[in-house]
């Protein structure tokens, strides 16, 4: 396994899923969201992974100005605004390869070989 962590060092949910991984002796890399985000072809394969970019929004997120903003614009210029917004998305995101979850999602998780 390959697993990534995308999250914040403040997210009770990020600090949820190091947890996990940590107690079953998982190695996995965690990328601080507010230090160094998502690259483009990471950020695609999440958003294929879990079936589109709706998913990867956290309607409760600090800055609902660039949320509203990024729901109002054409598809096409959605994903940039996101990848240069990333206190927007849902986290953690866990990646395994070309698998990945939103959220705490540890019967997903278990499944994962």
């Known amino acids: 396994m390959n697993i990534q962590i995308f999250g914040t060092k403040k997210c009770f949910d990020t600090k949820k899923a190091q947890r996990y991984f940590k107690e079953r002796g998982i190695k996995f890399q965690f990328i601080d969201l507010s230090e160094k985000g998502m690259s483009k072809g990471e950020f695609n394969s999440v958003k294929q ?14 800055d609902q100005d660039t949320l509203a903003l990024v729901k109002y614009l054409v598809d096409a210029d959605k994903d940039a605004k996101v990848l240069e917004n990333q206190q927007i998305l849902k986290t953690p995101i866990v990646r395994n390869g070309k698998q990945a979850t939103i959220g705490d999602c540890p019967k997903v998780w278990k499944e994962w070989k």
């Open 49 to 62: 992974a879990v079936g589109g970019l709706d998913k990867m929004l956290d309607e409760t997120c600090k």
